[in-house]
Nanobody, 132 residues
Framework: EHLVESGGGLVESGGSLRLSCAASGFPLPLDYYAIGWFRQAPGKEREGISCLSSSDGRGGLGTQNYADSVKGRFTISRDIAKNMVYLEMNNLKVEDTAKYYC???????????????????WGQGIQVTVSS
């Protein structure tokens, strides 16, 4: 099972980026998996920013969870036919600068509004840098 992120880069504050995560080698379609996006800035712990729950193969969006720091600005989605997961990021701020990771497993773990990084499968990460 592999996850590969793309779409990162340098953007000015207030700008937008769309991160993509290509999934391959998973035995079931992507709607059987929960998908998470995390980020880690230098010197900081990995932060769970979004999770899209499994829909148990019924397609559809699943339940979306977002960290307060990105709520209203970021949107998680998946394209089952393309085996792709996306994170649309709008109104980016300097504090969004970090390395971003996608992750997959059978369920999201959200405790007190925080997406917990209890995922078995991880991408290698991609850098997002927001300049002021």
């Amino acid at each position: 099972e592999h996850l590969v992120e793309s779409g990162g880069g340098l953007v000015e504050s207030g700008g937008s980026l769309r991160l993509s995560c290509a999934a391959s080698g998973f035995p079931l379609p992507l709607d059987y998996y929960a998908i998470g996006w995390f980020r880690q800035a230098p010197g900081k712990e990995r932060e769970g920013i979004s999770c899209l729950s499994s829909s148990d193969g019924r397609g559809g969006l699943g339940t979306q969870n977002y960290a307060d720091s990105v709520k209203g600005r970021f949107t998680i989605s998946r394209d089952i036919a393309k085996n792709m997961v996306y994170l649309e990021m709008n109104n980016l701020k300097v504090e969004d600068t970090a390395k971003y990771y996608c992750a997959a497993d059978r369920s999201c773990t959200v405790i007190g509004g925080t997406v917990i990084p209890l995922f078995d499968y991880w991408g290698q990460g991609i850098q997002v840098t927001v300049s002021s």
